[in-house]
């Protein structure tokens, strides 16, 4: 998944939690509403960003999952093909690599064996959910092998030693035709993650 594991923390929060405590501030498919249902075949993949083709001073943008043993994943997927994406983890690394790796990719081109296209990248500070935080859009223009655009609509944040990432993505169909993403929803699943976290650190 885009940008997945970017989003990580630095040691703060008091109380020691377990991934079954991160698995339960994830909010349920019954909470997000709108049709949401759980995909659990997107949460087995892992390590997506490593096969794009991308220049190498990108790759904190793209990334792989965090190497901690406290890290939750649930993807939801509603009935238009829309994705919703949370990545909840224990670990060290900080937004900071994000932050400097997208100022020297606003435009990247990429590849994956089947796709190519370009994506514009925008980065910009979030502020009232956690410690600190990010939003992300990403506009993807492919060429190959159709010629469409989608967007990626991210919300990145670390509250203590504690990374949370929330990614909606549009759907696109056998035949080209995208619906589009209502990004108010993801920045709603990252404050109710975000609260969620900080009531387990508290």
Do not use: W, Y
């Not at 056998?174 to 508290?202: E, I």
């Amino acid at each position: 998944m885009l940008l997945t594991g970017a989003a990580c923390g630095t040691s703060g929060g008091k109380k020691e939690i377990t991934k079954a405590d991160l698995a339960k501030a994830v909010p349920t498919a019954d909470e997000l509403g709108s049709g949401f249902r759980r995909n659990k075949a997107d949460e087995t993949d892992q390590n997506q960003g490593t096969k794009l083709n991308i220049p190498p001073q990108c790759k904190s943008l793209i990334n792989s999952e965090p190497k901690s043993k406290k890290r939750v994943r649930r993807s939801f997927k509603d009935g238009m093909g829309r994705k919703l994406d949370f990545t909840v983890a224990a670990t060290k690394k900080s937004l900071a690599s994000v932050e400097k790796a997208a100022k020297g990719c606003k435009k990247v081109s990429f590849s994956d064996g089947s796709n190519r296209g370009i994506a514009r990248i925008d980065l910009k500070p979030l502020h009232g959910i956690g410690d600190r935080a990010d939003t992300v859009d990403i506009e993807i223009s492919l060429t190959q092998p159709l010629s469409l655009t989608i967007k990626v609509h991210g919300v990145l944040a670390t509250r203590g030693d504690i990374g949370m990432i929330v990614v909606g993505t549009d759907a696109v169909d056998s035949q080209g035709n995208v619906t589009t993403f209502d990004h108010s929803v993801v920045d709603k699943a990252g404050r109710k993650l975000d609260q969620r976290v900080k009531d387990l650190q508290s």
